[in-house]
């Protein structure tokens, strides 16, 4: 079972330059200085690798905030 923590944790690994204390479920993302196209391949690599949820680019666009996020990949797990 996947839970908000992990995720966040997982999630936050990815960016480099970014503080990891920042990160919450209401946090908008795409909205970071270092988000790019680069770290959205690499959040859609994590999240087929860590929780077997394969997400299209165009779901993952659609996805405003990591609750949005997490919430999608709740909803593909079932």
């Known amino acids: 079972m996947m ?3 992990e995720f966040i944790q997982n999630f936050a ?3 480099d330059e970014t503080d990891t204390s920042i990160f919450t479920m209401e946090t908008r993302f795409k ?7 680069l770290i959205s391949l ?3 690599n994590m999240i087929a690798k860590k929780y077997g949820v394969k997400l299209t680019p165009e779901e993952m ?10 919430d999608l990949v709740l909803s593909k797990k079932q």
């Open 3 to 5: 839970n908000q923590e």
């Open 61 to 70: 666009k659609r996805s405003q905030t990591l609750q949005e996020l997490y």
């Open 13 to 15: 690994s990815q960016f």
């Open 31 to 37: 909205e970071l200085d270092e988000w790019s196209s």
């Open 42 to 44: 690499a959040i859609l």
